[in-house]
């Protein structure tokens, strides 16, 4: 069973840097491709970044240059890095794999003022 639990969200300024964590629960992390998306108020879930087993990565292509996706996988853990923030990337920010089923973490909250 997976088990995904996302932090680091939070409030910051525009322009500013925030680092989120997702923890991997259960078995062989390093075999699984690794999502973010997030959802903004009213808006559907949008794909974010990706990063494979093999650690390619990719990203919705608004996002490239100013998101960075990351794995540890001694520490069963993704990162998205996300720099020079602006208030439209306010939104819910989830974790997600796939094997079979899917699985979502519960979201960290992610708010940019202006």
């Known amino acids: 069973q997976v088990q995904l639990v996302e932090s680091g969200g939070g409030l910051v300024q525009s322009g500013g840097s925030l680092r989120l964590s997702c923890v991997f629960s259960g078995n062989g992390f390093s075999s699984y491709a690794m999502d973010w998306y997030r959802q903004a108020p009213g808006k559907q879930r949008e794909f974010v970044a990706r990063?494979?087993?093999?650690?390619?990565?990719n990203y919705e292509d608004s996002l490239k240059g100013r998101f960075t996706i990351s794995r540890d996988n001694a520490k069963n853990t993704v990162y998205l890095q996300m720099n020079s923030l602006k208030p439209e990337d306010t939104a819910v920010y989830y974790c997600h794999t796939k094997r079979w089923l899917e699985y979502w973490g519960q979201g960290t909250q992610v708010t940019v003022s202006s």
């Open positions: 990063i494979t087993s093999a650690s390619t990565t």
